[in-house]
Nanobody, 124 residues
Framework: QVQLVESGGSLVQAGGSLRLSCAVS????????AGWFRQAPGKEREFVAA????????YYEDAVKGRFTISRDNAKNTVYLQMNNLKPEDTAVYYC?????????????????WGQGTQVTVSS
């Protein structure tokens, strides 16, 4: 029922920045927590960041702390991932996910809806 569409992925040089967007087709988006996951070739999908419905609290995987910022604009039904100081290790397909309520934001199983992913490639 709820559709998520990621955009903003690109090929960038190490040290560069990108902002990913995730448009959610749910007017009551403020009731959903949202997260970003990523999957590199040959690796399992991993947690990147999450944000609660109000946007007042956010959570990050250690490798991206201080570099990535998750945010949301509930009036636009959109969640963002600002990625700064990108590293080649950040290369992956990035997925947006959403869940209604809940208290866990770190695992794939915690989310109800997923986008199709957007490719981020960081060259050295």
């Amino acid at each position: 029922q709820v559709q998520l569409v990621e955009s903003g992925g690109s090929l960038v040089q190490a040290g560069g920045s990108l902002r990913l967007s995730c448009a959610v087709s749910e007017p009551a988006f403020s009731t959903y927590a949202a997260g970003w996951f990523r999957q590199a070739p040959g690796k399992e999908r991993e947690f990147v960041a999450a944000i609660i419905g109000s946007g007042s609290s956010a959570y990050y995987e250690d490798a991206v702390k201080g570099r990535f910022t998750i945010s949301r604009d509930n009036a636009k039904n959109t969640v963002y991932l600002q990625m700064n100081n990108l590293k080649p290790e950040d290369t992956a397909v990035y997925y947006c996910a959403a869940r209604m309520g809940g208290r866990n934001y770190y695992t794939e199983a915690a989310y109800d809806y997923w986008g199709q992913g957007t490719q981020v490639t960081v060259s050295s």
